[in-house]
C-alpha cells in the first residue's frame, strides 16, 4: 500500500542522506524500521509526510506511493488528507491545551461528522485519556503524553501510522503498554511504520522489518527472521552467544563493513 521506492534525499543541497533506500508496507501490516542514531530513519518519516522542506531537504530520486499515487511532493497537509499520519519523536503536544483539545486539532483534515466518533474511539484505545480529557496536557506523564500523540493522530483517521520511537525515555511497563496499543490500533486497520531503537519491542509485533545503516537499507526481512540472526541479535538486540570468541567478534565487524559498503 505504502512503498518508498529508490529514494535519495539531500540536505540544504550537500548532504547526502538516504541513498537509494526502497521498503513498502503492505495494508494491514506492521514493519520496523531500525537502525542506529543518525541511520537515516527519521528523513525516511519525513520524506513520507511532507515534512522535509522545514528541515531544508529533498527528494532528489526515487518516489514515495500510497496506493500507486506519487505523495512525495505532498505537503504536509495534503499528505495527511491522503491517509498518513505521523508521530513524531519526542511526544509534542500543544502543552498549554486540555487532552481533548490537542485531540480535536489532530481532526482539522477529518470528514465531517466523523470528529465524535473519532473522539470515541481514541478515548476507548486510551481509557487514561477519557479520564484526563479536562486536564491541560502539560502536567501529563510521559506515557500519557504518548498516548495523546498517538490519538491526535488518529483522529484524522489514517490508513497508515508512522511512528518514530514511540517507546523513548519510557518505563518498561509503558513501553509494554504502548506495545500492546500498536497491536490493537493495527488490528482495527491501521497500517503501521514503525521507527524504534528498541529493536526487541519491534520486531516482537512487526511481520517484516528494514535495517538502515547510514542511509541505506542493510537488511530487508521477515521480522522473526531478523531476530535469529546473529548480527542483529547482537547489534541491536543487545544478545551475545555465550562464549563468543574473539574470533566470532572480528567476523561480525567484517560482515558489519560489508553492510557499510
Do not use: C
Amino acid at each position: 500500500m505504502l512503498a518508498v521506492e529508490n529514494l535519495e534525499v539531500v540536505y540544504e543541497d550537500v548532504i547526502l542522506v538516504l541513498k537509494g533506500v526502497s521498503l513498502s508496507v503492505p495494508e494491514g501490516g506492521i514493519v520496523a524500521l531500525l537502525g542506529a542514531n543518525g541511520a537515516g530513519k527519521t528523513t525516511v518519516l519525513r520524506a513520507i509526510t511532507g515534512l522535509l522542506d522545514i528541515h531544508r531537504g529533498e527528494v532528489t530520486k526515487g518516489k514515495v506511493t500510497l496506493d500507486d499515487r506519487p505523495i512525495h511532493h505532498l505537503s504536509a497537509p495534503q499528505t495527511v488528507a491522503a491517509g498518513i499520519g505521523q508521530v513524531m519523536e519526542g511526544r509534542r503536544t500543544f502543552v498549554e491545551f486540555t487532552v481533548e483539545e490537542n485531540l480535536r486539532i489532530g481532526a482539522h483534515t477529518a470528514e465531517r461528522g466523523t470528529v465524535e466518533a473519532n473522539l470515541d474511539r481514541v478515548y476507548t484505545l486510551f481509557p487514561r485519556l477519557a479520564e484526563r480529557r479536562r486536564q491541560v496536557s502539560g502536567y501529563l506523564s510521559g506515557g500519557e503524553q504518548q498516548m495523546l500523540v498517538i490519538g491526535r493522530a488518529l483522529m484524522a483517521q489514517p490508513r497508515v501510522l508512522l511512528l518514530d520511537e514511540p517507546s523513548l525515555g519510557l518505563a518498561p511497563l509503558i513501553v509494554q503498554q504502548i506495545r500492546d496499543l500498536i497491536v490493537d490500533i493495527n488490528q482495527q486497520g491501521t497500517s503501521v511504520l514503525l521507527v524504534e531503537q528498541n529493536a526487541n519491542m519491534a520486531l516482537s509485533i512487526a511481520s517484516h522489518g528494514y535495517i538502515l545503516e547510514t542511509g541505506k537499507v542493510v537488511m530487508d526481512k521477515p521480522a522473526d527472521v531478523l531476530r535469529e540472526d546473529e548480527d542483529v541479535r547482537e547489534f541491536y538486540l543487545g544478545l551475545r552467544e555465550e562464549g563468543a570468541s574473539s574470533f566470532r567478534d572480528v567476523k561480525h565487524y567484517k560482515r558489519r563493513k560489508r553492510w557499510l559498503s
